[in-house]
C-alpha cells in the first residue's frame, strides 16, 4: 500500500493532483479535498502527501492530505456503513475537519447531509 508521496506537481484538476515522484520517472493520479492546501498547489510546486490507497477489483485510487488529521477523519468517516472514499473526500471537500468533528459530537445532522 502506497501511504506516502513526495514529488512535484505535474497538473492540476479540480480536485485531482498529478504527482511526479523518484526524479520524475514515476507520476501518480492523486485525489485531494478540494478546499485543502494540497488542492491549491500550483504545477511545478513540491509537495507531501499522506495517501490513502483504495483498491477495488476494477480500480486502484490514491486519496491524498496534506495532513495526518485530514487523512485519520478520511478513515474514520470511511469506516461508517454507506460511505465510500468518494462520499468522504466530499464531506472533506466541503467541510473542515473541525466542522466535520463538531457535527459529529454534536449529532448535527443537517450539517452532515
Given at each position: 500500500?502506497?501511504?506516502?508521496?513526495?514529488?512535484?506537481?505535474?497538473?492540476?484538476d479540480a480536485g485531482v493532483i498529478?504527482?511526479?515522484v523518484s526524479q520524475g520517472s514515476v507520476g501518480y493520479t492523486v485525489r485531494v479535498p478540494e478546499n485543502s492546501k494540497a488542492s491549491a498547489i500550483l504545477p511545478g510546486s513540491?509537495?507531501?502527501?499522506?495517501?490513502y490507497t483504495h483498491v477495488r477489483?476494477?480500480?486502484l485510487d490514491l486519496y491524498g492530505f496534506s495532513t495526518q488529521e485530514e487523512k485519520k477523519l478520511f478513515l474514520a468517516l470511511t469506516s461508517v456503513n454507506g460511505i465510500g472514499p468518494k462520499l468522504g473526500m466530499t464531506l472533506i471537500s466541503h467541510l473542515?475537519?473541525?466542522a466535520i468533528i463538531e457535527?459529529?459530537?454534536t449529532a448535527n445532522k443537517e450539517l452532515l447531509t
Open positions: 500500500m502506497i501511504g506516502y508521496l513526495s514529488g512535484t506537481v505535474l497538473d492540476v498529478t504527482l511526479v513540491k509537495i507531501e502527501l499522506f495517501i477489483e476494477d480500480a473542515s475537519v473541525g457535527a459529529i459530537v
